[in-house]
């Protein structure tokens, strides 16, 4: 139940209008639309009356759907009636979204996910907005919580409070709360700090205004705190609704009393407010697009709009003169004469310096509308006071300038002492001349008394020269503006990512370079491997192709132990066979020897110290692969065979020798020198040890310097067998029934092991087949020995099994 209003008596025409409630819905297909109105008769319709067509878009502000909630503030023209002149009206609307799912009886017409709705307050008076924007914010999330919005009691009973407020009194015109209003000077003063002042000096010039933002609140509320600083003029914006209204100068009259301890007493008699609102002039918080042709209009002079909508900033230059960008926080002055007129002087900007240091030395981010220091200084009240004393010293100085120009031609008379010159030139020459042709000019003018510096001081608040503390101020201020400490911060930021990038791509290189350089290494490493692995097998390939027990044949793999041992049986095998002919053919020949030459043994007496030594590698004391020869040089390989002392022959050098000398280095034949009874050279076997096994084949061989490797590119002399005396020729003595001693992989045994010798007496046998060594003596299978080629083939082939032998030791 409403509380029914109590009856108040009347105060004048400003109390006849009491605030109206209505709520906006945007409709699918029609757009926004007054659906309902609260605090008029049934079947009013206060926008169809008034021709506020435009109510609507107002009241749902272009972004809104983009936000949860949001407010507007805009102005409406009520015209004139019998009863009442034309004035301006004000609304501040509430705009919130929900769900259309969340709706507890969704409407028919309801076509769309979400429901955008706005509870618009209408006044005759912004002052109380301040106050009036929480409680029409709480009204409407309450509403919206309903889901319900067929159920408008709490929008009724909300519109009741209201007009009971105003019947009562308790929404006065004079109760000064101008301070209460929206954004506070505090933040007003920290965003745009030395530019403050150049905006209101700009209202009093009365451009076209334009200010841009997508918050349509926040763009709302800085017009009126700007508005708000010209004391007393959001109490008298009754002209600001269109630009033909002109009712505050038709009822303004000039003031004739004054009472200094009265506040509004002394601005009311100073003149103001300066009306910057009358006729030719528009004040629209909340512009929409489709109220541009008003300000396209011939009579519209000056205006102070604002818009959320872009498009208004492509044509800047037609709409406006000065666009403040509260977005960018920029200001952009189009017109090159009201620049000129907005130069701050010295005195200004020492003025404006001075309150932007307090509002930042006492700022608080936790509460910016209240100083961290709970004084004073910087607060709001700080701040009004501040403009207000300023506009005070403008206007007493702009009176003391035409009470100069009155009496120029006189100027000793009637000045004031203190006051130096022109104090008006401290507020600047361009702006005083700019501001004198506005029409708030003409209406203060017209309106106030001539002599309005002997009541304030005409003279800036910072008047004086330009000082030292200026040029630091003004220093300091513009190393703020050129925000040095944010791109430095920045520039460090960027930097210390560059580095730490870089950093990190050198450290990836060189961690590549070290994986690459590993890599690289271990593939070396594995291909050595490979290398040894492979050349072990190719060694390993012959015993296994020729034991047949490699694995491509279908075998098991090689056992190398049983294999060595098996080479092992071989080879001693094969050795104690040479070695039993070896020792035979030593006989034989001790024999022919002897047969020939009578007096071996004496000289072998007289040259025993040129024996050279034997090899014996496991034959015991009789030899074995290398023991048992005797080298018989010829002249073919006495180039290969180096002598260690000259031999003596009893004929010429040149290597032509009868039938029976033989020739031989001491150091390599294993035999010495004798004389025969035809005076020729012969050679006799060393050794004389008396022990038939100490005679071998192969005597002195192992012995030889030329003997060496053939992988290094020296030749294998060839061992020289025992001399024929038949025909005088080198030759190999024959080694009958001889074998191949291999291991499995082909390669003589290099530790051979004793074997019986041949019996004696199948040796005493065969002896007397061969004869004494005299080639008319020799039987048939003696003179087949002597054969050169015969010879030649076995000495080959015992050439191979010696390589062979050595390249296992």
């Known amino acids: 139940m409403s509380v029914p209003p109590t009856p108040t008596a009347e105060m ?50 272009d972004g809104a759907h983009a936000l949860t909630e949001d407010f507007s503030y805009f102005t409406l023209l009520r015209p004139a009636t019998d009863s009442a002149r034309a004035t301006s009206l004000f609304g501040i609307s509430c705009t919130r979204q929900m769900d259309a799912a969340q709706l507890l009886n969704r409407p028919a017409d309801v076509t769309r996910s979400t429901v955008q709705k706005a509870v618009v307050v209408i006044a005759d008076s912004p002052q109380y907005f301040g106050m009036l924007r929480e409680r029409l914010s709480v009204v409407t999330k309450a509403w919206f919580s309903q889901r319900e919005f067929s159920d408008v009691d709490i929008l009724r009973r909300f519109q009741e409070s209201l007009a009971d407020e105003k019947r009562r ?38 451009p076209k205004m334009l200010f841009f933002g997508t918050r349509c609140e926040r763009l709302c509320l800085t017009q009126f705190s700007l508005v708000s600083l010209i004391p007393g003029l959001l109490r008298n914006l009754q002209d600001s609704a269109g630009p033909e209204l002109d009712s505050y100068e038709k009822s303004l009259t000039m003031p004739t009393s ?18 910057i609102f009358g006729k030719g002039s528009l004040f629209g918080p909340y512009t929409p697009l489709q109220q541009l042709d008003i300000l396209a209009d011939f009579g519209t002079k000056s205006y102070i709009v604002g818009s959320t909508n872009s498009l208004l900033l492509q044509q800047k230059d037609r709409y406006s003169d000065i666009l403040i960008n509260l977005d960018e926080g920029t200001i952009n002055v189009t017109s090159p ?50 403009f207000e004393e300023y506009l005070l010293s403008l206007i007493s100085a ?29 507020f600047g020459a361009d702006f005083i001349e700019a501001w004198s042709r506005t029409e708030n000019y003409r209406i203060w003018n017209a309106n106030t008394d001539s002599h309005l510096f002997d009541i304030v001081e005409p003279k800036h608040p910072c008047a004086g020269g330009l000082t030292i503390d200026d040029i630091q101020r003004r220093i300091t201020q513009q190393v703020q503006d050129l925000h040095w400490d944010e791109r430095f911060a920045q520039g460090r930021e960027v930097l210390g990512r560059n580095l730490a990038a870089g950093r990190e791509k ?33 060694q390993q390939q012959p015993s296994g192709s020729s034991g047949g027990g490699s694995e491509k044949n279908g075998g098991t793999a090689v056992d190398l132990a049983k294999a060595q041992q098996t080479m092992q049986a071989v080879g001693s095998k094969a050795g104690a066979f040479v070695n039993s002919w070896a020792a035979w053919a030593g006989e034989k020949r001790r024999a022919a020897w002897g047969a020939k030459s009578p007096t071996a043994g004496s000289n072998d007496s007289n040259h025993s110290t040129s024996s050279s030594p034997t090899t014996s590698t496991g034959g ?42 033989v020739q031989t280095p001491t150091s390599s034949g294993g035999g010495r020198r004798t004389e025969s009874a035809g005076g020729a050279d012969e050679q006799q076997p060393l050794n004389r040890r008396g022990s038939v096994s100490g005679e071998s084949m192969l005597d002195g061989a192992e012995s030889d310097s030329v003997l060496s490797s053939p992988g290094k590119g020296r030749t294998l002399p060839a061992p020289e067998p025992a001399a024929s005396a038949a025909n005088g020729e080198s030759g190999s003595v024959p080694v009958p029934g ?40 020799q039987s048939e299978p003696s003179r087949k020995l002597a054969d050169p080629a015969k010879m030649a083939h076995l000495q080959g082939t015992w050439n191979n099994k010696r390589t062979v032998g050595r390249r296992v030791d």
């Not at 200084?377 to 501040?386: K, L, M, P």
């Not at 690459?516 to 490979?530: G, I, W």
């Open 738 to 777: 001889e074998e191949t001693n291999k291991d499995g992989n082909g390669v003589a045994d290099s530790h051979p092991r004793p074997t019986p010798a041949p019996p004696t007496g199948s040796r005493r046998k065969n002896e007397g087949d061969y004869g004494d060594g005299d080639p008319e003596t």
């Open 506 to 538: 050198a450290s990836t290189l060189f961690n590549k370079l070290y994986t690459d350089m590993e890599a690289l290494r271990e593939a070396q490493r594995k291909r050595n491997e490979e290398a040894r692995a492979q050349q072990q097998q190719q």
């Open 258 to 275: 004054l009472r200094t301890s009265d506040r509004n007493s002394l601005l009311s008699y100073m003149g103001l407010p300066l009306q």
């Open 169 to 206: 009194g308790l929404m006065h015109e004079d109760q000064d709360r101008d301070q209460y209003l929206g954004l506070s000077l505090r933040e007003l003063v920290r965003e745009f700090r030395w530019q403050t002042l150049l905006l209101l000096k700009c209202c009093l010039l009365q």
């Open 12 to 61: 004048g025409a400003g109390l006849a209008f009491i605030p109206l409630v209505c709520v906006v819905d945007f409709h699918h297909a029609r757009g926004p639309e007054v659906e309902r109105w609260f605090g008029v008769d049934e079947g009013r319709d206060p926008a169809a009356e008034y021709d506020w067509t435009l109510l609507p878009f107002m009241a749902l502000s």
């Open 620 to 661: 015991g004391a009789g030899g074995g692969w290398g023991s048992g020869w005797v080298k018989i040089n010829n002249n073919k390989n006495r180039a290969s065979q180096p002598p260690t002392s000259q031999t003596r022959t009893s004929g010429s050098d040149n290597g032509n020798h009868p039938p029976n000398t």
């Open 398 to 426: 702009v009176k003391y300038r035409a009470h100069l120009a009155r009496h120029a031609q006189n100027p000793r008379i009637m000045l004031l002492p203190e006051v130096d010159g022109d104090p008006s030139l401290d």
């Open 337 to 386: 004469s009201l620049k000129a007129a907005l130069q701050l002087s010295t005195p200004d900007r020492r003025w404006i310096d001075f309150i932007t240091q307090n509002v930042n030395d006492t700022w608080d981010e936790s509460n910016p509308s209240r100083p961290k220091t709970m004084g004073y200084v910087g607060s709001e009240e700080f701040i009004r006071v501040q």
